[in-house]
């Protein structure tokens, strides 16, 4: 085996050995590095009551009540659901069927106080003519759900 | 690849092509920012701040393909001691830290308006900042032994260790949640973008590749010519020592 060649093989077998590394550290770090939790998520990492943490999904379509300063909705994925209140600027985004993630505490009776709302938007991009055909035809899909 | 080690056929070669670059880098980006901010309609959501993605996006492509290109330009120069191979690798690094910082600047000019934040700690942002510190990181070990070399292999060893965040950025939004929305181009079932948004946002990406082909003609010609300077430099040093 010439030099070369083992410097190759060397490099390849770093390169595989700091993958897996890589790989195993970030899939045992999954739950702090995920920006947010699903409604479902709460569940499943059962997130303690007054700990500030992000919840993201979609806003259920005719959930949003206004109370005064308070807004009201609630925020679902695929499986479950969690009441949301917020009192303060919501961004020009938020609206019924948006995907949003608000940052804030669990309160004892399983809703969610919010201290600041984000709105997510979804990776597909078309100019509004484009949007309206497709409402108009049926062919209108609302955003999927957040990531797993 | 062995043949194009040698830096006289390099030269040759790259003297031949800077032109073109040079022209197509003018063209496709004239005729990408045409289209980007004026020809193409605005989002039916986000409206004319979609605009910012013309930019955003081909720089953070930028961003990571000059990375993987760093890192192969160093695997060469480690396995095989490619002199051109290390130089390339080093004129590439001031590339890819500028398309990356612009790519974090015009995502928080666009997160305000959007998300309603200018900086999230999710794991695509963070990503794309860890992707910004390693090209500072390798600029800086390039440059900071008093026997270059060993600042170059130094270099080159950080550039391969920091290529496994490459997938991380790539994939991140769809491995967490992440409040940046997943890729909307480079996916499965092809683009979700409408056609005529599609279009200057290839043309921007194209018209940036061939911009960074330019540049890094110039740059590897600087330093091949600054190698130069130097190995007469020593010489004359050397002869003047010997004729005392």
Known sequence: MTRKRQRLYFLLLGMSALGIAVTLVLMALKQDVIYFYSPSQLTEFKVPANKRIRIGGLVEVGSVAKEGAITRFRVVDKQSGIDVAFTGLLPDLFREGQGVVAEGKLGADGGFAAAEVLAKHDENYKPKEVADALKKSGEWQREEGPAR | ?244
């Not at chain 2, 830096?7 to 980007?36: E, I, S």
């Not at chain 2, 491995?175 to 599609?198: C, E, F, R, Y």
Request: hydrophobic share 60%.
């Open chain 2, 1 to 244: 690849m062995h043949r194009f080690a040698n830096p006289a056929r390099f030269l040759r070669m790259a003297n031949a092509v800077l032109p073109y670059a040079a022209a197509a880098a003018a063209a496709l980006l004239a005729a990408g920012l045409w289209f980007a901010l004026i020809a193409s309609p605005p989002d039916y959501q986000q409206k004319d701040s979609v605009r910012i993605m013309y930019i955003h996006v081909p720089s953070a492509w930028m961003g990571m393909v000059c990375y993987a290109a760093m890192a192969l330009f160093s695997a060469m120069a480690l396995v095989w001691k490619h002199p051109l191979a290390d130089l390339l690798a080093r004129a590439t690094a001031p590339v890819g830290a500028a398309f990356t910082f612009i790519c974090l600047v015009t995502g928080a000019l666009w997160g305000k308006p959007m998300w309603g934040t200018w900086w999230a700690w999710d794991a695509r942002l963070t990503s794309m900042l860890i992707l910004f510190f390693l090209y500072l990181g390798h600029m800086a070990l390039a440059n900071a032994f008093d026997d270059p070399a060993r600042g170059h292999k130094a270099a080159a060893i950080l550039a391969l260790v920091g290529a496994v965040n490459l997938p991380v950025i790539k994939f991140s939004v769809d491995w967490w949640n992440t409040l940046h929305q997943p890729a909307s181009v480079a996916k499965m079932g092809g683009p979700s973008i409408d056609p005529s948004m599609l279009v200057p946002l290839l043309l921007m990406a194209a018209g940036f590749k061939a911009y960074w082909l330019m540049v890094l003609i110039l740059r590897a010609r600087a330093e091949i010519a600054a190698a130069k300077v130097h190995t007469i430099r020593m010489a004359q040093v050397h002869a003047a020592g010997q004729g005392e």
